[in-house]
């Protein structure tokens, strides 16, 4: 895989930006959205020097929508309160204004299509999704197989670097 690097970047900063609101990192709030942003823009750096395995252009797309949503509402992903209600996660940091990369979602939100609006219930998930993080998961399927397939589908090794 090319842009190892890259995807280990975003991970980390990540990792921080969901660390960073449970333990109230307050020195991380003013950066928070612009980290995010540049984890998304990481990703999709390394997705496109992916571009030769099949599956990528979901994987490609589900990033592309959640920055697309993400940058239309001050680079946080809005989030549906009625869906966040219906999984049983509190509202209380959101409503807030606590939380790093997310915000509610409202009549003023824009591309609210593309926000957290889908509810994944427990006992499975228990969490709010996307339609960008629905091709992600789509994507992530059709790569895995893409790579575990054998035969003419499935891309030279000398094309995957690490």
């Known amino acids: 895989m090319r842009?190892?690097?890259?995807?280990?970047?975003?991970?980390?900063?990540?990792?921080?930006?969901?660390?960073?609101?449970?333990?109230?990192?307050?020195?991380?709030?003013?950066a928070a959205p612009a980290?995010?942003?540049?984890?998304?823009?990481?990703?999709l750096a390394a997705l496109l020097s992916n571009r030769h395995v099949r599956g990528w252009s979901l994987l490609f797309s589900g990033l592309a929508a959640n920055l697309l949503a993400m940058v239309a509402n001050g680079l946080k992903m809005p989030v549906s309160l009625p869906a966040m209600q219906r999984v049983g996660i509190g509202t209380a940091t959101i409503t807030a204004g606590e939380e790093l990369g997310h915000r509610v979602l409202t009549a003023s939100?824009?591309?609210p299509w593309l926000a957290d609006i889908?509810?994944?219930?427990?006992?499975?998930?228990?969490?709010?999704?996307?339609?960008?993080?629905?091709?992600l998961a789509l994507g992530i399927f059709a790569v895995a197989q893409a790579l575990l397939r054998p035969g003419p589908a499935r891309p030279r090794m000398a094309h995957l670097r690490l």
């Not at 219930?121 to 339609?131: C, E, H, R, T």
């Open 3 to 30: 842009g190892l690097p890259l995807v280990v970047a975003a991970l980390v900063i990540r990792l921080l930006l969901r660390a960073g609101g449970p333990f109230h990192w307050t020195w991380l709030s003013p």
């Open 35 to 43: 980290l995010d942003a540049a984890a998304y823009l990481c990703l």
């Open 109 to 111: 939100s824009r591309l």
């Open 118 to 135: 889908i509810p994944l219930p427990k006992p499975l998930f228990g969490i709010v999704i996307s339609p960008g993080d629905v091709l």
